[in-house]
């Protein structure tokens, strides 16, 4: 039982260079969110999917697009990367987003930097 | 809006000391409140959560209580070790209207032994 993995654990790009991160999770989860973690800003939501077959916006959307694939799989992808988007980013699931307990499963992280 | 508060941290303790880190929230309705623990280099896992005014979460000798009357949610641990050495996340789930779960900054401690 691996839980929450994401791919890669690192990577660098130059401006303009795009890229999808990848995670998965084992646990039949329903829903399934990124975010991004910045120093001083705690973790901000950027997609989530409530169900499979559906994907809502959350707190810091822009530059960034998303895919539920299956239940298993939530992969972000990055079309034209910018500097501003140099942060830690976590994949995490729960079972079902918005019951009053929802507790997350998160990924070990991945960590971007843009040049 | 709403949104989570946690003092700002590095917070630094010697072994077997008293633990207290501050969280308060502002919310509409009546929230679920969590806290988090992030180990270096890992993904946040649950530590505790309330999901009720006056209930008491606890796990691995941490606690913390609703406190509906003063909007906080502090983690309190009456023996800290060096494996508690952590970044520590408060949060709290919305589920009137849109889905939304708010974390806070999160609180650096570090236990020396």
């Known amino acids: 039982n691996a839980g929450v993995t994401q791919t890669p654990k690192f990577q660098v790009l130059k401006t303009g260079q795009s890229m999808t991160l990848q995670c998965a999770q084992d646990m039949n989860h329903n829903s399934m969110y990124w975010y991004r973690q910045d120093p001083g800003m705690g973790l901000r939501l950027i997609y989530y999917?409530?169900?499979?077959?559906?994907?809502d916006k959350g707190e810091v959307p822009n530059g960034y697009n998303v895919s539920r694939l299956n239940k298993r799989e939530f992969s972000l992808r990055l079309e034209s990367a910018a500097p501003s988007q140099t942060s830690v980013y976590f994949c995490a699931s729960s079972e079902f987003s918005g019951g009053a307990a929802d507790t997350q499963y998160f990924g070990p992280g991945t960590r971007l930097t843009v040049l | 809006g709403n949104s989570v508060t946690q003092m700002e941290g590095p917070v630094t303790l010697s072994e077997e000391a008293f633990l207290t880190i501050n969280c308060t929230y502002t919310a509409t309705g009546y929230p679920s409140l969590f806290w988090y623990v992030q180990y270096p280099g890992e993904g946040l896992q649950l530590l505790l959560k309330a999901t009720k005014a006056d209930d008491k979460g606890s796990n691995k000798g941490f606690e913390a209580t609703y406190r509906k009357e003063t909007t906080s949610f502090h983690l309190e641990k009456g023996s800290v070790q060096v494996s508690d050495s952590a970044v520590y996340f408060c949060a709290l789930i919305i589920t009137s209207g849109t889905y939304k779960y708010i974390f806070g900054t999160g609180t650096r401690l570090k236990v020396l032994a």
């Open positions: 999917s409530a169900s499979e077959g559906t994907t």
